[in-house]
């Protein structure tokens, strides 16, 4: 029973880490971008919902409705003004651009709210839990699994089912011929980093309300986040989900061992899935 | 009368390697101009500097007058110039009916072709509509690319070499869909290897060589001696 109940934190955990990614592999899908600064982003999510909450003395769910749409222009204007000058045929130049940023992200928020540690008040639900057959669970563990697959199944029905998506998915392709059609790449990435930080910031909401954070934790959630992606296969939104629970559920196992292996077990879960399929669960087929 | 498409003096360079040296080329409303030449001419670089894909390093592009030469692709498409390009390029994430409808993804408003009209034309896509696009044979989707261009309701239509790489039959076959889009009021550049297909289809001709166009006239009044001299070269015969 005790193996049961770790197996199912470990999903619900995996949900968590599902968040972190889905925003990665958003943008990685669109513009074959990886951004170094999303960890740092997702932070920063966190602390705009803990300013909003505290100016505004909502609570940390509805601050972070506030913060939705600021963190979609963020994303915008930081793809419109940065990233999209630096993309193109050389990789390099995003990976250190997106370091680069990752570092001012940083230290700005270390400099704004010192390295103190926080957390989100979400007040008496967090100690709410419920019975789910043979176990109990968290209420919170369960709203973030929740909404992680909300955010999974509506990227994938913005994806194939819109003409937004549509356009993302022609201009992944080929933004040469996607130009043809009258679409504008720079554009349509703006947009999609806009997204990407959208599901940043519902990240940063679960991320600020489950534990502590201060300004140091961003890449962590990064690396996490990138594990889920490559486990799940390049550019594959369900798959990036999988990627999630197998790292959340080979954490949670590692921890019932022995709780200094959590974290250890989750890379071990990364290589050890690498090793049997080297391009990820679900990998896509044309690429 | 000035011409609906008008080029003059067009120039564009890869880098420092000159493609085009300054080429003068009109297409009428209503028209079909058709341009050959041997590999490397330069045709796929005129179609890609029309469009926008190419830049254009000196000269002018006008269409309806207005100066097409320094603006963006998809400003170009929006004016009224779609292009079905060398190799069909079709993306392959979409399906057939996703192919064709995101030809019209800048389009504002009404026009003669809808999916409903483009079915009707090659009836073959509608049987494959969900089907991913570049899992159709060579000619099924040189249909799709053409359909896909004509979405945006164009009124000008480059097709770069249609004919590639399919068999007669095929090629008949496709370049019977002609006369419906010139009724939609669509006037058409054609790049054609086929030079018999060309003179066929084409109220003009005008052969490249190396950048320049050697020869031009109506399909009638070239002799078979000049289409073939301005093709090779005159050193060639
Ligand atoms: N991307 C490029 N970079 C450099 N040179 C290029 C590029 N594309 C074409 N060229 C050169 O420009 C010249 C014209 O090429 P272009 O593709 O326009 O010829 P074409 O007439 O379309 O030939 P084909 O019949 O083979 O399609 C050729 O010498 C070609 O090598
Ligand atoms: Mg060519």
């Not at chain 1, 704004?112 to 008496?124: E, N």
């Not at chain 1, 909300?150 to 998506?165: D, E, K, M, Q």
């Not at chain 1, 933004?175 to 349509?188: C, E, F, K, Y």
């Not at chain 1, 990138?226 to 790292?247: P, Q, R």
Request: glycine share 12%; charged share 15%.
């Amino acid at each position: 029973m005790i193996w049961l109940d770790t197996l199912i934190q470990g999903i619900l955990l995996g949900g968590l880490y599902a968040l972190f990614a889905a925003g990665l592999s958003l943008v990685f899908g669109i513009m074959r971008l990886v951004n170094l600064a999303h960890g740092d982003l997702i932070v920063l999510g966190a602390y705009l919902i803990l300013g909003l909450g505290t100016a505004t003395g909502l609570h940390p769910f509805l601050a972070a409705a506030l913060a939705l749409p600021l963190m979609f222009a963020l994303g915008w204007a930081l793809q419109s003004a940065l990233l999209n000058r630096v993309l193109g045929d050389d990789i390099l130049p995003p990976l250190l651009v997106t370091f680069g940023l990752s570092v001012v992200i940083q230290n700005a928020l270390l400099m704004g709210f010192s390295a103190d540690s926080r957390k989100l008040p979400i007040g008496p639900i967090e100690a709410q839990s419920l019975p789910l057959g043979p176990v109990t669970v968290g209420a919170m563990p369960l709203i973030t699994f929740g909404s992680a697959i909300v955010v999974i199944l509506g990227l994938n029905w913005l994806f194939y089912h819109t003409a937004l998506g549509r356009a993302f998915r022609a201009t992944s392709d080929d933004p040469v011929t996607a130009q043809l059609m009258g679409i504008r790449p720079r554009r349509i990435f703006a947009v999609a980093t806009g997204i990407a930080m959208v599901v940043a910031t519902i990240a940063a909401l679960y991320l600020g309300a489950r534990a502590n954070f201060d300004p140091a934790i961003g890449p962590a959630r990064l690396l996490y986040a990138f594990e889920a992606v490559i486990i799940g296969g390049l550019g594959s939104l369900w798959g990036t989900l999988a990627g999630g629970l197998v790292i959340g559920v080979a954490q949670a196992m590692g921890a019932a061992i022995n709780p200094e292996w959590q974290i250890l077990a989750g890379h071990l879960a990364f290589v050890a899935v690498l090793l049997v399929r080297p391009r990820g669960l679900f990998p896509r087929a044309n690429d | 009368m000035s011409a609906l498409l008008e080029i003059s003096g067009l120039t564009a360079h890869y880098g420092d390697f000159q493609a085009l040296f300054g080429v003068d080329l009109a297409l009428e409303a209503g028209q079909t101009v058709a341009i050959i030449g041997a590999n490397g001419a330069g045709k796929t670089t005129l179609m890609r500097a029309i469009t926008g894909i190419a830049k254009v390093t000196a000269g002018s592009i006008l269409l309806n007058g207005a100066e097409m030469s320094r603006r963006a692709a998809p400003d170009i498409l929006t004016a009224g110039i779609a292009m079905v390009p060398e190799g069909r390029k079709l993306f392959p994430s979409l399906t057939v009916e996703e192919n064709l409808r995101i030809g019209a993804h800048a389009r504002q408003g009404n026009g003669f072709w809808t999916l409903e009209r483009l079915y009707t034309l090659f009836p073959i896509l509608r049987e494959r509509r969900d089907h991913p696009g570049t899992a159709l044979s060579g000619g099924q989707q040189q249909m799709v690319a053409i359909g896909r261009a004509l979405m945006s309701n164009p009124t000008v239509l480059l097709c770069d070499e249609l004919s590639l790489g399919l068999a007669p039959v095929v090629i008949r076959e496709i370049y019977a869909a002609f006369p419906t889009i010139r009724e939609s009021g669509t006037s058409i550049i054609v790049v054609e290897q086929d030079i018999g297909q060309a003179l066929k289809v084409a109220d003009h001709v005008h052969c490249m060589m190396e950048g320049r166009v050697t020869l031009s006239g109506r399909p009638a009044d070239l002799s078979r001696e000049a289409i073939h001299d301005a093709y090779f070269g005159v050193n060639h015969a």
